[in-house]
C-alpha cells in the first residue's frame, strides 16, 4: 500500500502543477485555453499518468484540445520534472473526462421532461 500511498502524492502535485500552468498561461497552445483538469491518476510504479480534463466551453472541439495537450505533453513533463524531486516523472495521457457534459444532458433531459 505504501507504493499506493506515494502514487496519490504524486497524481495530486501533477494536478496542481499541470493546473497552475494552464492558469498562468505557461502552455501556449491555444487549442486548451479552455480546460479544467478534473483529476490525475498515476500508476503504483509512478511510470504512466493518465491526466483527466473537461472544457469549460460546451462548444469547444475536445478533439482540438486533446491534440493540443498531447503536443504540449513533453513540455510539461520536462516542467514537472524540474519541479519535482522525484527519480522519474511519469509519462503522461489525457484521457477527455465527459461526466460534467453528461451531468448537463440528464439536467436538460430532466427538465424537458417537467416541461411537457
Known sequence: MLGGKRSLRVADMIQKEISEMLIRGEIRDPRVNAVMLTGVKVSDDLGFARI???????????????????????????????????????????????????GYRIDDLLRNAKGE
Not at 68 to 83: D, H, V
Not at 88 to 95: A, I, K, M, Q, Y
Open 52 to 102: 483527466f480534463f473537461t472544457v469549460m466551453d460546451n462548444s469547444a472541439n475536445v478533439e482540438q484540445i486533446l491534440a493540443g495537450l498531447q503536443s504540449a505533453s513533453t513540455f510539461i513533463k520536462r516542467e514537472l520534472s524540474k519541479r519535482f524531486r522525484i527519480k522519474r516523472t511519469p509519462d503522461l495521457r489525457f484521457e477527455f473526462d465527459n461526466q460534467l457534459q453528461e
